[in-house]
């Protein structure tokens, strides 16, 4: 295995927890309260479901290496709506009474790297399915 192979799979596990945590926060705290946030801002309330399980699930199934392609073009919608509705306003540094969306916008084009990339040469994806390694 190649550093390379152990970047991205580090890389892969990060993403991946960051979007388990930002899911699993969103359940504890009361996802109601969360789609009621959503409907305060104009979004179908039931959207803060699709979101907290797309990032709880999803990001249990990137850690795995599991539908990894299909899961970063997942958190890479997630993530241009976050920018799109929630963070845009205050620009990619923020405008002093908000945070600006450069955090959405790190976590975006690394899942549009995997996206275009595939899964990390540790990855359930490429150990059962043998996913990605033609376009390596």
């Known amino acids: 295995m190649t550093n390379k192979d152990k970047a991205l799979?580090?890389?892969?596990?990060?993403?991946?927890?960051?979007?388990?945590?930002?899911?699993l926060?969103?359940?504890?705290?009361?996802?109601?309260?969360?789609a009621g946030w959503f409907a305060s801002i104009g979004l179908p309330a039931g959207?803060?479901?699709?979101?907290?399980?797309i990032e709880l699930v999803g990001g249990l199934l990137m850690i795995a290496g599991l539908?990894?392609?299909?899961?970063?073009?997942?958190?890479?919608?997630?993530?241009?709506?976050?920018?799109a509705t929630v963070k845009g306003a205050a620009g990619?540094?923020?405008?002093?009474?908000?945070p600006g969306y450069e955090f959405e916008l790190v976590l975006l084009v690394v899942s549009v790297f995997f996206v275009l990339a595939?899964?990390?040469?540790?990855?359930?994806?490429?150990?059962?399915?043998?996913?990605?390694?033609?376009?390596?």
């Open 67 to 83: 539908g990894t392609r299909v899961v970063a073009a997942l958190f890479a919608a997630v993530m241009v709506g976050a920018i």
């Open 47 to 53: 959207l803060a479901y699709v979101v907290a399980t």
């Open 118 to 136: 595939g899964p990390s040469a540790i990855s359930l994806d490429r150990k059962l399915f043998k996913r990605g390694q033609e376009q390596q």
């Open 9 to 23: 799979f580090l890389v892969q596990l990060i993403l991946g927890f960051i979007f388990f945590m930002h899911g």
């Open 92 to 98: 990619l540094m923020g405008n002093g009474t908000q």
């Open 25 to 34: 926060g969103k359940f504890q705290g009361g996802i109601s309260n969360i």
